[in-house]
């Protein structure tokens, strides 16, 4: 058996689409993730490919149940990405989200910290193309934007890594933890970049709207669940991920619910799921952890899902906006169902992929004795219903009639959009198949009455409390407006100072000037005072005058001879 990296395989696929055309082009980029999972499928645990550079030795596919899992789930979001792109005719873009979905794979099978960074910076300069593929001025500022905060994650994680290297020169991934100190904090914060924590979450929220329907998709799927292996992977158990995993749950929120951009309501609300996924990492038991991971394997789907929606209403009718949509139900039915069933997954309803890995975070904050944060979590899942399952569809969907009579998007977006709806409703259906992939053996039973039940009582109450504020009209209406949190500091606050203080050291600038070309002008002045014609070193003066002037200056000099 030939054990070939799954990020080989990708990386010859970006070369290859980079000379093909045409539908052979299309049959090798769905081709190539099809022929990777058979390759990596039933893999044993192990390291392969390793490579000896000067005093390190690099493990590029490194095997067990937790690289797997992510392995199989990274195969499968790629190949429903290719497919749902299979229309656009970009080359750059189509290459660049192989390479992509390629660093991926290398991230999760790295089998050490420098391979990981390795790949943790591939990740960050593939990505970033997706988001300038738009080629528009917003997306290339976002851009930017996502590519200095991603930098900064690998400089952190690099500085992270060689102080590390002291204590295990071997730099073998395992558990880490916070206790290593210096090293283990700033490995900590690089991975909380990529993760979206709060106060570094903006890059999220900044360039995935501005992506093209296609990018967003892959992006989506990637970045932030390479992160989330690797917390699991490097700090499961650590508390203080419990707590900022507790606030990401919980504060987007507020910006999803008053959030124009419906696809920026998204990313608010991916980042509320990688809240969960962060909650079951910090609570480090192996239900908590297979909740994690299981969360993370369904969020790819059921988000790439609604991405997916969001991104053919896009592609049909040239808008995103909730308050210039609406009424598409009427030309477009099956995105329509399509969509529903991605908000029903995230919404956690019974029979949906949501609801069997979400219970598993929230049963473990129980068992573990976080009843706050089970109660928080608690909020999260209703708030997570009212702006991603209620609202995504209702106002693209439903709502007032836009007037806007589109057409269903191509057969390759549905097929994957029903691609990804299938596996919503296989894992929410028959959950054993995810649960036999999990890191952990797993003795979870997620359809008893007590989760079905308090479940439904939740759903039915927020579904109540929507429609209250709707016919009261207290909720938020969709305005056409831009809401900024934390980039508002580098988005307007900073820009605002480096203009003001520019201004006044421009200000300052000009007065000096002023000031000394006054002054030279003055002393230039003063100087020529006394040489024209009628100044005092001009004058004629009389020989007894000069001749005093000397005896003077000679009987100073005496004295000044006598007294040193």
């Known amino acids: 058996m030939i054990l070939i990296p799954p990020f080989i395989v990708f990386f010859i696929a970006a070369v290859l689409v980079l000379v093909l055309r045409g539908w052979p082009r299309a049959v090798a980029s769905i081709l190539i993730p099809l022929v990777s999972l058979a390759n990596l499928w039933g893999t044993p645990s192990g390291e392969y490919a390793t490579i000896s550079l000067m005093q390190f030795e690099l493990v590029f596919f490194s095997v067990d149940r937790l690289s797997l899992l992510f392995g199989y789930l990274f195969h499968v979001a790629a190949l429903i990405a290719v497919v749902y792109s299979l229309h656009v005719r970009d080359t750059l873009q189509q290459s660049v989200s192989l390479l992509y979905a390629g660093s991926a794979l290398g991230a999760v099978f790295a089998g050490d910290l420098m391979t990981l960074f390795l790949f943790w910076e591939l990740l960050a300069l593939t990505s970033v193309f997706l988001v300038w593929a738009r080629r528009s001025a917003a997306s290339y500022g976002a851009g930017l934007r996502y590519l200095i905060m991603h930098i900064l994650s690998g400089l952190l994680l690099l500085v992270g890594i060689v102080i590390y290297s002291r204590t295990d020169p071997s730099l073998a991934i395992g558990h880490i933890g916070l206790e290593m100190g210096a090293a283990g904090w700033l490995m900590f914060i690089a991975f909380g970049i990529k993760c979206a924590f709060p106060f570094f979450h903006s890059w999220l929220t900044d360039a995935y709207p501005e992506s093209t329907p296609t990018g967003t998709v892959f992006l989506s799927a990637f970045t932030t669940k390479v992160a989330v292996y690797a917390l699991a992977r490097t700090f499961p158990g650590t508390e203080l991920l419990v707590y900022i995993g507790a606030a990401m749950a919980c504060f987007p929120i507020f910006y999803a619910v008053i959030e124009n951009d419906l696809r920026r309501v998204l990313a608010y609300s991916l980042i509320n799921q990688l809240g969960?996924?962060?909650?079951?990492?910090?609570?480090?038991?192996?239900?908590?952890?297979?909740?994690?991971?299981?969360?993370?394997?369904?969020?790819?789907?059921?988000?790439?899902?609604?991405?997916?929606?969001?991104?053919?209403?896009?592609?049909?009718?040239?808008?995103?906006?909730?308050?210039?949509?609406?009424?598409?139900?009427?030309?477009?039915?099956?995105?329509?169902?399509?969509?529903?069933?991605?908000?029903?997954?995230?919404?956690?309803?019974?029979?949906?992929?949501?609801?069997?890995?979400?219970?598993?975070?929230?049963?473990?904050?129980?068992?573990?004795?976080?009843?706050?944060?089970?109660?928080?979590?608690?909020?999260?899942?209703?708030?997570?219903?009212?702006?991603?399952?209620?609202?995504?569809?209702?106002?693209?969907?439903?709502?007032?009639?836009?007037g806007i009579r589109a057409k269903e998007p191509p057969l390759n977006m549905l097929i994957a959009m029903s691609i990804a709806a299938a596996l919503c409703l296989v894992v929410g259906i028959y959950p054993q198949a995810l649960y036999q992939l999990l890191p952990h053996q797993v003795a979870y039973t997620p359809y008893d009455m007590t989760h079905v039940l308090t479940q439904l009582q939740l759903l039915f109450f927020s579904a109540l409390a929507f429609v209250w504020l709707n016919l009261r009209r207290l909720y938020p209406p969709e305005l056409p407006s831009v809401n900024l949190d934390v980039d508002w500091v580098y988005r307007r606050w900073l820009p605002t100072r480096v203009q003001r203080t520019a201004e006044a050291a421009f200000q300052l600038d000009s007065r000096v000037r002023s000031a000394a070309r006054a002054g030279v002008g003055n002393l230039i002045d003063a100087i020529s005072s006394h040489h024209k014609p009628d100044g005092l070193l001009a004058r004629n003066w009389l020989t007894g005058s000069m001749v005093a002037g000397v005896v003077l200056l000679l009987g100073f000099y005496l004295l000044l001879g006598f007294a040193l």
Not at 303 to 318: D, Q, Y
Request: hydrophobic share 55%; net charge positive.
């Open 276 to 402: 969960f996924m962060v909650v079951g990492i910090g609570i480090g038991t192996a239900l908590a952890i297979n909740g994690a991971v299981a969360h993370a394997f369904n969020d790819v789907i059921f988000k790439g899902l609604l991405f997916m929606s969001m991104g053919a209403v896009l592609h049909v009718t040239g808008k995103i906006n909730g308050s210039e949509l609406g009424g598409l139900y009427k030309t477009m039915p099956k995105t329509t169902v399509l969509c529903i069933i991605g908000a029903a997954s995230i919404s956690a309803f019974p029979l949906f992929s949501g609801f069997v890995s979400k219970s598993m975070v929230m049963s473990a904050a129980l068992k573990n004795g976080y009843d706050w944060v089970w109660l928080v979590l608690l909020f999260a899942s209703a708030g997570v219903f009212h702006h991603a399952g209620i609202k995504i569809p209702y106002f693209a969907f439903f709502a007032h009639d836009s």
